[in-house]
């Protein structure tokens, strides 16, 4: 009897819950996380405390919290999913303000030792909110204009404000997160059909702005886009990240130039290495074997998270983990496409594999909700 | 607060369908992203390889180690010996090299002026150039400073390879010696080659290391490094050393170089010894010397203004470079060329009054008394004057001037050398295009007894007997072999003169030694198989104004030194079967027989000798003070010849 055929008669209790964890999912993640610090070492030159063995206490604590939150039941999630979207949305104004006094760009609070970045926070409660809002609302109401209305707007609210932050790439990832939940909660494809077509529109306005009054875009987003387009035409300036990217990648081959004998990542001709750019050191060093073995993990990761969303009866929890293991997807696929020279550079992280807490614990946070559903699903 | 859930709920259903839409759509996204990888990890990923390959691997180039040199008998006179020096660079240092310099300062000498000089070096440089502290280290202070290597950031202890001349001032003039690259040497070279760009390259400067420099360089080496994107070099991947410059092999003896350089002493001399058969210059040697190993290493300002300007001028190359007024040891031209044109026989006599009138100028002889009759043979071995200047006026210069360039006078022999002088062969055109003024018959007169305009090498004298011994257009050369490829030695032609006439000259000249009465009896060899044929020399540097010669001959020894004449002698022997031509000038040394002629006679004893000349080879009246001399000269005496390539 093999585990997707396992049933139980009723949701399982108290500490007997941690025999119901979707353990296969642990694995994974244990495994993903596993080839990043194999990574940290190597871009440390073999050096462990640099930033492997951080990143492995920190992991360590996530682990802690996923099985801590599996225990959590789902009425709690319906619960808070509004005060959290109510507190990450002023905790973005705090932070704008805070923003303002500093210099520039500034994403988080600093609470202590803690430092906090509430555009993080907001993937994981946007997501909460949107699925207590499609699990409270009828079915026959999903794709009415004005029930459409509505999580468009707290979709958007939270989106300008980190879009004045300005972090486009997080921008991004909320539109599209939301979007995700929208669309599993089976909104009119034709909806997304006018926000893709108006999204080329505004592309092409952001395009139209440059050089003008009303320009859209920082100068530095612009020449992302540049970059993008061309990375030859600037190869020690602006494309010099993703010429050396894709030279690293390339030059890994079918099976690599082996563990810490990656000359390019080595010579730091790669910038960036042990955060956006890890996945080109993986690239190098195990070339196209090691490369697909971290993106069939991944794809892994999301069919599981997929098949736990789509066994799920209860609406709230399925969209909670269609939600999460979207967001999830979208780090994987934007990290590998941009190292790839396949979108713009506007440095996001390898999800469990780059260097850096806030990315992480939020990960595992959502990986905590998705066990959560998991273990609470109606049986 | 369980919400109960209704199975038969549409919005379930809905959710079945756009979850797997969704599974849809990120496996086409994720199936992109393998093609991608695919893309360019399998189908391009040797077009990445060069990118990354040409990102981070330069080539760098190794110096080859220089070709040695040897001499006739294997005997290596330029070598190459382990330099040990360090170096720093800045960026290893942490940008600040003061406080390890200050520390290194403890180890090895560094001057306060040194230490200026070289902060300001490194604040004008990049920062990941390597500078070079000190060099020349002994072992000892090398291993020093490897030791304290730890406290010591960004200095690096290396060991190259240098020139090194082992036989010191002896051979100076003809090796010349090597250094560093400058920018005027670069800028004479055509397409350089880039191996001269490094810093511890070494180029032949001047003399034989200059001349053979495309044999002695060698090819240079490769090393394949892998370097960061700040160009600092990381670890090597492939080394391919150089290959060393040709060993050549010189056709000089070092011995016997060295013995005329000791032989010579302290006098401003020069000394030539040609092998007859061959043309192989068994030693050329310019006195006094200096050591070329200062220049390799950098000569100081004090040393080198001490050369400059010493009087005796020890870097000039006096055998090449100088040019002397034969005096009479040009009067087996002057002889040959009335004898060829049939202007005399070898019975033809002039009488000798002690002078002549010419054009109501009167010319002198060197003997005031007058040589009486005096033939052919005799003119040689009395030397006489008057004999020439009536010759002169017989046979013309011109004629005088086309033997002299038969004999190697005059002309330019192609060594590999610095600055070898072409001297001067007069005639009416050469004066008329160098003065604009036409020849005058007291010209001839003067350049019959090889003064006036007539201006010879101690080499072209050496070649000039040597032709004279062998009848042969004898050249010289220098270079017996390269690479173990000997040069093939040349078949001299014949120089188309009446072996009756040769005869004669050398009969004169066989006079000069071993006749009662000849100039040079002296100075000449007592063994008959090494019978040794000569011709003294005393070339004025002034003239002898009427003044003085009315207050009777000045003696040299009167004389400031610089004012004195030039003493010349050449010779050559075994008079029967010719081996050896020497030709000596000792500059302001008096007397050609009395200062020259000695000179040259030990020399050629050593060279027939093969060694110390045997003290029973010379009069016994001058055996004693042979001996002495010889056991206060501090000779070379080499171990084994070593004939393998070190």
């Not at chain 2, 087996?332 to 002690?354: D, H, K, Q």
């Amino acid at each position: 009897m093999s585990y997707l055929d396992y049933k139980v008669a009723q949701t399982p209790t108290g500490i007997r819950k941690i025999l119901y964890l979707n353990w296969p999912l642990v694995f994974l993640i244990a495994a993903v996380a596993s080839i990043g610090f194999l990574m940290l070492v190597s871009v440390a030159g073999g050096r462990v405390d640099t930033w492997a063995e951080p990143q492995m206490y920190r992991f360590a604590a996530g682990m802690v919290i996923i099985i801590a939150l599996a225990f959590v039941p789902m009425w709690f999630w319906r619960g808070i999913s509004v005060p959290a979207y109510v507190c990450c949305f002023l905790l973005l104004i705090a932070v704008e303000l805070v923003g303002e006094i500093g210099m520039g760009a500034q994403r988080w609070i600093d609470i202590g030792p803690i430092r906090l970045q509430p555009s993080e926070l907001m993937k994981i409660s946007l997501v909460l909110l949107l699925a207590a809002y499609y699990d409270w609302l009828p079915a026959r109401r999903v794709s009415r204009p004005l029930w459409v209305l509505i999580p468009v707007v707290l979709i958007l609210a939270p989106t300008g404000l980190v879009l004045i932050q300005p972090d486009l790439g997080t921008s991004i990832m909320l539109v599209a997160g939301g979007g995700i939940v929208m669309f599993a909660a089976g909104v009119s494809l034709w909806y997304f059909g006018v926000v893709i077509a108006a999204a080329v529109g505004l592309v092409a306005a952001v395009l139209e702005s440059r050089g003008t009054d009303w320009q859209l875009l920082k100068d530095y987003q612009f020449r992302r886009i540049d970059t993008f387009l061309d990375p030859t035409a600037d190869p020690l300036g602006a494309g010099y990240n993703i010429i050396q990217s894709q030279i690293a990648l390339g030059s890994g081959g079918w099976s690599g130039r082996g563990f810490m004998q990656g000359t390019q990542s080595r010579l730091n001709f790669l910038p960036e290495k042990h955060t956006d750019f890890i996945f080109t050191v993986l690239a190098e060093e195990f070339g196209f074997i090691g490369a697909m073995s971290l993106l069939a993990l991944y794809t892994l990761i999301i069919g599981f998270c997929l098949y736990s969303a789509l066994s799920n009866r209860d609406r709230f929890a399925s969209l909670i983990t269609v939600g999460i293991s979207g967001t999830f997807f979208l780090y994987f696929a934007i990290n590998m496409a941009t190292v790839m020279g396949m979108l713009p550079a506007k440095g996001s992280p390898l999800p469990l594999v780059s260097y850096g807490g806030t990315s992480l614990m939020i990960l595992l946070l959502g990986f905590g909700l998705v066990q959560s559903a998991h273990v609470h699903r109606p049986r | 607060m369980t919400k109960p859930v209704n199975p038969a709920d549409a919005a379930g259903r809905s959710i079945t369908r756009r979850g797997l839409m969704l599974a849809g759509i990120q496996l086409g996204v994720v199936t992109t992203l393998a093609l991608k990888l695919r893309s360019m990890q399998v189908e391009h990923a040797e077009q990445y390889r060069m990118l990354a390959d040409g990102n981070s691997i330069k080539i760098r180039l190794l110096v080859p180690a220089r070709g040695l040199i040897h001499d006739r008998n294997g005997i290596v006179i330029a070598g190459n010996e382990q330099n040990y020096r360090v170096t720093l660079t800045r960026e290893e240092a942490g940008g600040d090299v003061e406080p390890v310099l200050r520390r290194l300062a403890r180890l090895i000498p560094i001057s306060d002026a040194r230490m200026a000089e070289l902060l300001d070096e490194f604040a004008k440089r990049s920062a990941i150039t390597p500078i070079v502290l000190a060099d020349r280290l002994t072992w000892e202070q090398f291993s020093s400073i490897a030791v304290n290597a730890p406290s010591l950031a960004g200095v690096t202890p290396e060991s190259g390879l240098s020139r090194v001349y082992p036989r010191a001032g002896d051979m100076a003039h003809v090796l010349g010696y090597v250094g560093p690259v400058s920018d005027y040497d670069l800028s004479k070279i055509e397409d350089p080659d880039p191996v001269l760009m490094l810093p511890e390259f070494q180029l032949g400067k001047v003399g034989f290391e200059a001349r053979m420099e495309e044999h002695l360089r060698g090819k240079a080496g490769q090393r394949r490094v892998e370097v960061n994107s700040a160009g600092r070099e990381m670890r090597q991947l492939s080394r391919q050393e150089g290959e060393q410059g040709a060993t050549v092999q010189m056709s000089l003896d070092a011995r016997l170089q060295n013995y005329a350089a000791q032989r010579m002493g302290t006098e401003s001399a020069a000394a030539v010894v040609i092998d007859v058969q061959t043309g192989d210059i068994l030693t050329i040697c310019s006195s006094p010397s200096f050591d070329p190993n200062k220049f390799v290493r950098g000569i100081s300002s004090p040393d080198y203004k001490a050369l400059m300007n010493h009087d005796h001028r020890p870097l000039a190359d006096k055998t090449v470079q100088g040019v002397y007024p034969p005096g009479s040891t040009f009067k087996m031209v002057t002889l040959l060329a009335g004898l060829e044109a049939g202007v005399i026989n070898a019975g033809s006599r002039f009488y000798c009054p002690g002078h002549t009138e010419v054009g109501g100028r009167r010319f002198h002889c060197w003997s005031r008394g007058g040589h009486g009759s005096v033939d052919a043979v005799t003119s040689l071995s009395h030397s006489c004057d008057v004999y020439y200047y009536e010759l002169a006026q017989k046979v013309g210069i011109d004629r005088i001037a086309a033997m002299a360039r038969r004999l190697g006078l005059g002309q330019r022999h192609d060594l590999p050398m610095s600055a070898v002088a072409e001297g001067i062969a007069p005639d009416r055109a050469w004066k008329q295009a160098r003065y604009g003024q036409s020849w005058q018959v007291g010209d001839s007169l003067n350049a019959s007894i090889g003064q006036g305009y007539v201006l010879a090498s101690p080499l072209q004298l050496a070649v000039m007997t040597a032709r004279l011994a062998t009848g042969l257009e004898v050249k010289p050369r220098l270079v017996r072999a390269i690479d173990g490829v000997p040069q093939p030695a040349e078949d001299f032609p014949d120089l188309g003169l009446n072996p009756a006439f040769l005869r004669v000259a050398r009969l004169g000249m066989d006079e000069v030694m071993n006749s009662a009465t000849g100039t040079a009896r002296r100075s000449r060899i007592v063994r008959e198989d090494w019978r040794m044929a000569g011709k003294t020399g005393t070339s004025q540097v002034r003239n002898i104004t009427a003044a003085e010669r009315a207050r009777g001959v000045v003696s040299n020894d009167q004389l400031p030194w610089n004012r004195r004449d030039h003493a010349l002698f050449v010779c050559y022997a075994p008079y029967q079967a010719p081996r050896y031509a020497v030709s000596v000038v000792v500059e302001h040394g008096g007397g050609g027989s009395a200062v020259a002629a000695p000179i040259a006679r030990d020399i050629l004893l050593f060279a027939l000798a093969d060694g110390l000349p045997p003290l029973d080879a010379v009069p016994g009246d001058q055996q004693e003070a042979m001996e002495e001399r010889h056991n206060a000269m501090r000779l070379f005496t080499p171990e084994a010849p070593r004939l393998t390539r070190a």
